[in-house]
């Protein structure tokens, strides 16, 4: 019997999983069975990460606004800046007030203020 060549199918898989792991080191970027792991791994790593991704810059901005409003002097906290927020239907994401945090303090203290002088307007006519 006359010897059967092989297809090109299976060489053009692991070329393309070869392609994927270039950049790893070691044995993970040449042999074919750790690369299998190793991007099975990778992948999941980043599917993992992108909602963590998120997570984290969420918990970063709130840091930030915190540390702003704390500094301002006015016994105001993060929770109540946002808990008066809502309350007045400013719709102002974390991911804004975080800019204007780091880029302009001012405008988030006149912010703060603003709102700190209409809950007080609104608690005292609500004495009466």
Request: with cysteine.
């Amino acid at each position: 019997m006359t010897r059967i060549r092989r297809g090109y199918i299976a060489r053009r898989r692991r070329t393309k999983m070869r392609l994927f792991a270039s950049s790893f080191r070691g044995a993970h970027s040449r042999l074919t069975r750790t690369i299998i792991q190793q991007k099975i791994r990778a992948l999941v790593s980043a599917h993992r990460n992108r909602d963590r991704k998120k997570r984290d810059f969420r918990r970063l901005w709130i840091t930030r606004i915190n540390a702003v409003i704390r500094g301002s002097g006015v016994s105001y906290t993060y929770s109540r800046l946002m808990h008066n927020l809502y309350k007045e239907q400013l719709l102002l994401n974390r991911k804004i007030l975080a800019q204007i945090a780091i880029s302009n303090r001012n405008c988030l203290y006149m912010i703060s203020n603003e709102i700190i002088k209409r809950g007080d307007w609104k608690e005292s006519t609500k004495l009466f």
